[in-house]
C-alpha cells in the first residue's frame, strides 16, 4: 500500500498556504472552515446511506482536506504550533492507549467489554469526575440528548422516563422498533411545528434540564 498521495496532499496544501499561493486559503482560519466540515460530514452520511462507493471515496476526501487544512493552519501558530503528523500521533498513541486488549495483556470477551474499556481509560485520561463532561454541547438537540443519557446509563445514574413508542404490527425486531420511533418522533415534530414550537429548541433544553437536575442529585 502506497501513501505517497498523503505526502503529495501535504506538499499541495503548503503551497496553497504559502506566499504566492491562493489568495482565499490564506485568508482561512479554524474558525472559518467550521461550517465546512460540518458540510462535508453530512455529505458523507448521505454517500453512505446511497451506497454510492463513488461519492463516498470523493466525500472522504473532502473530510480528509478538512484535517489537513486545520492541521496547516495550526502549524502556524506562534506559540503553540502543531502539524499532520503531530495529529497523526496523537491519535495513533490514543488508539494504542485505548485497546489495551490488542496492544496489552487485557482481555476482553464481546464488544460491550471493549467499549467500556475505552470508556473507563478515557475519563482517566481526561480526568473526568462529571457524567456529562466531554459531551458537545453545540451538537444538535436529538443527538445532545441521546449521548446525555447514555453517559447517565454509564454510570448508572437517574434516567428520563421511558415512554415506548407503539409498534404497528407484531413483529418486534429492532427495524420495526426503530421506525415506530421514527414515526412517533415525526408525529411529534409535526405537532410542535402546528404549535408554533421549535422542536430544535425544546429539546435542547429539555436535554440540559436533564444534565442539571442528574448534576444536583450526584
Known amino acids: 500500500m502506497s501513501y ?26 479554524h474558525e472559518s472552515l467550521l461550517k465546512y466540515q460540518l458540510e462535508e460530514s453530512y455529505e458523507f452520511i448521505e ?14 476526501g473532502d473530510l480528509l482536506l478538512q484535517v489537513y487544512f486545520h492541521s496547516r493552519i495550526a502549524q502556524e501558530h ?21 485497546h ?29 469526575t462529571e457524567f456529562h463532561e466531554g459531551v458537545p454541547l453545540g451538537q444538535p438537540a436529538l443527538s445532545l440528548a441521546a449521548k446525555l443519557i447514555l453517559r447517565a446509563m454509564k454510570n448508572d445514574l437517574s434516567l ?6 407503539v409498534l404497528s404490527n407484531t413483529d418486534d425486531s429492532h427495524i420495526d422498533k426503530e421506525s415506530a420511533l421514527g414515526d412517533a418522533l415525526m408525529s411529534l415534530i409535526s405537532w410542535a411545528v402546528s404549535e408554533d414550537i421549535d422542536p430544535e ?18
Not at 100 to 128: N, Q, Y
Request: net charge negative.
Open 47 to 60: 454517500a453512505v446511506e446511497s451506497g454510492n462507493r463513488t461519492d463516498m471515496q470523493e466525500e472522504l
Open 78 to 98: 506562534p506559540a503553540q504550533p502543531f502539524n499532520l503528523d503531530d495529529v497523526a500521533g496523537s491519535v495513533a498513541d490514543k488508539l494504542i492507549s485505548r
Open 160 to 165: 428520563p422516563e421511558k415512554n415506548a413508542p
Open 100 to 128: 489495551p486488549h490488542v496492544f496489552g495483556d487485557t482481555k476482553v470477551s464481546s464488544s460491550d467489554e471493549v467499549l467500556a474499556t475505552w470508556e473507563k481509560i478515557k475519563s482517566a485520561e481526561k480526568g473526568r
Open 201 to 218: 429548541a425544546a429539546l435542547r433544553r429539555a436535554a440540559l434540564k436533564y444534565r442539571d437536575s442528574v448534576k444536583e442529585t450526584r
Open 4 to 29: 505517497e498521495n498523503l505526502i503529495r496532499l501535504v506538499e499541495v496544501m503548503d503551497r496553497l498556504r504559502s506566499p504566492g499561493g491562493c489568495p482565499w486559503d490564506a485568508e482561512q482560519t
